[in-house]
Antibody, heavy 118, light 110 residues
Framework: QVQLQESGPGLVKPSQTLSLTCTVS??????????WSWIRQPAGKGLEWIGR???????NYNPSLKSRVTISVDTSKNQFSLKLSSVTAADTAVYYC??????????WGQGTLVTVSS | QSVLTQPPSVSAAPGQKVTISCSGS????????VSWYQQLPGTAPKLLIY???KRPSGIPDRFSGSKSGTSATLGITGLQTGDEADYYC???????????FGGGTKLTVL
């Protein structure tokens, strides 16, 4: 079965760029009609969709984050990535990656905590 | 302020039934499929219901979903202490052009 695992720095300085990678195992990121997505969750709060990418490279982003977000895919490594620029403390959250089919997210990665602090 | 509205909390006794509502509009729930997710403490969300009322394999039939107009409902019967979790609804919003989630509902099994 497909599994996802997030990786990247747990601490990012304000104004810098947050970079995370999601590695897909147990199946090819290119197989099937799936999108691959990033979602985040600040401590004690709800889920916020960041964006998604199709393996063709087509992307959709949350309009509230669009100016700062880039999602890319590397099919040769079976990975997709998130870059969020000009981060502030408000970007501190657990970041999840997930596979998407007709707007349902399944499965999810275990999540990785990213703290924005100097 | 979430686009989809859920009650912050619900509670019921073990063995009882509970429902969690998710209210939206014609641009989201009214014209798109709804999914439900269970988030146990300290873990990632897990898909419970998709396409309004379908259960992924491995999800017991104690969990059910329904949709009517611009609202959706998650039902859980035969409550167990292990069901204590946060539950989120989610769907696509055609006007906002993004995925939207409810604010989450904390289920307490008394």
């Amino acid at each position: 079965q497909v599994q996802l695992q997030e990786s990247g720095p747990g601490l990012v300085k304000p104004s810098q760029t947050l970079s995370l990678t999601c590695t897909v195992s147990g199946g090819s990121i290119s197989s099937g009609s799936y999108y691959w997505s990033w979602i985040r969750q600040p401590a004690g709060k709800g889920l916020e969709w960041i964006g998604r990418i199709y393996t063709s490279g087509s992307t959709n982003y949350n309009p509230s984050l669009k100016s700062r977000v880039t999602i890319s895919v590397d099919t040769s490594k079976n990975q997709f990535s998130l870059k969020l620029s000009s981060v502030t403390a408000a970007d501190t959250a657990v970041y999840y990656c997930a596979r998407v089919s007709t707007s349902r997210f399944d499965p999810w990665g275990q999540g990785t905590l990213v703290t924005v602090s100097s | 302020q979430s686009v989809l509205t859920q009650p912050p909390s619900v509670s019921a006794a073990p063995g009882q039934k509970v429902t969690i509502s998710c209210s939206g509009s014609s641009s989201n729930i009214g014209n798109n499929y709804v999914s439900w997710y269970q988030q146990l403490p300290g873990t990632a969300p897990k898909l419970l219901i998709y396409d309004n009322n379908k259960r992924p394999s491995g999800i017991p039939d104690r969990f059910s979903g329904s949709k009517s107009g611009t609202s959706a409902t998650l039902g859980i019967t035969g409550l167990q202490t292990g069901d204590e979790a946060d539950y989120y609804c989610g769907t696509w919003d055609s006007s906002l052009r993004r995925v939207v989630f409810g604010g989450g509902t904390k289920l307490t099994v008394l």
